[in-house]
């Protein structure tokens, strides 16, 4: 198993003042470090398979309004992509790619933290708080931690490709999204191949914290196929 939990916050700053030192410097520590670590990984996770998670964060999938964390954002938006386009390459070597996304988690993350953003911040209000699970309070690294120790038993082991939200309970939205991925996965999180039928679903977000969402998944049938050579065709459900 390889954790990459490369997570540096680097510099908020408005664009102007944001220099190309420091937005470089963040994705070299989240996104080239992350590549790196997988990078020189994979030959010795391919002899048995295994599992690749990733910790990213709702940064970079769903809260864009930290305004001045262009950086960061960026960073962990493409760790996302990273672990999707991996997922796909490397399933057929038994070796699963998740990423975790956590939301407010209680670190020292702050410790490496630059923040000048307070000249481009946008008053944000979230009627029913920032954390309503728990009451405003940040959850912990145990928490992640329990996620990514899921991930890489054999539970998880037709999961791939997948975002998860870390700690946090998903929005009923994102719990509908994360279901529909679940039944998609054969095809690594992309859509379905061209010419099958795709339903859509879309829920809209109580308290309108974040737009609606639209959830696509594969039809049962095409489900079926087993993307990885050698691996058995899960069977046919009444």
């Not at 049938?221 to 899960?234: D, E, L």
């Amino acid at each position: 198993m390889v954790v990459a939990n490369a997570r540096i916050n680097g510099t908020w700053a408005g664009i102007e003042d944001l220099t190309v030192d420091d937005f470089r410097s963040t994705l070299d520590i989240n996104l080239v470090g992350t590549f790196t670590t997988i990078k020189y990984a994979v030959p010795q996770l391919k002899r048995r398979g295994g599992s690749v998670v990733i910790t990213a964060s709702v940064n970079g999938t769903r809260i864009f309004s930290n305004s001045g964390a262009t950086a960061h954002s960026s960073s962990k938006a493409g760790q996302v992509a990273l672990a999707k386009m991996l997922a796909v390459e490397l399933g057929p070597n038994r070796i699963r790619v998740n990423v975790i996304c956590p939301g407010a988690i209680s670190t020292e993350i702050a410790d490496n933290t630059t923040a000048v953003n307070d000249d481009v911040k946008i008053p944000v209000d979230y009627p029913q708080g920032n954390i309503p699970l728990t009451g405003g309070q940040p959850g912990s690294a145990d928490q992640s931690g329990d996620l990514i120790a899921f991930l890489a038993t054999d539970g998880a082991s037709h999961t791939s490709a997948a975002p998860r939200p870390g700690s946090m309970v998903p929005s009923p939205c994102c719990k509908a999204e994360l279901a529909m991925r679940a039944l998609a996965l054969p095809f690594g999180g992309t859509e379905p191949p061209a010419g099958s039928r795709s339903p859509s679903r879309q829920c809209g977000h109580r308290g309108g914290q974040s737009p609606p969402t639209t959830v696509r998944c594969a039809p049962r049938a095409a489900r079926r196929q087993s993307p990885i050579p050698g691996r058995p065709t899960p069977p046919r459900h009444a």
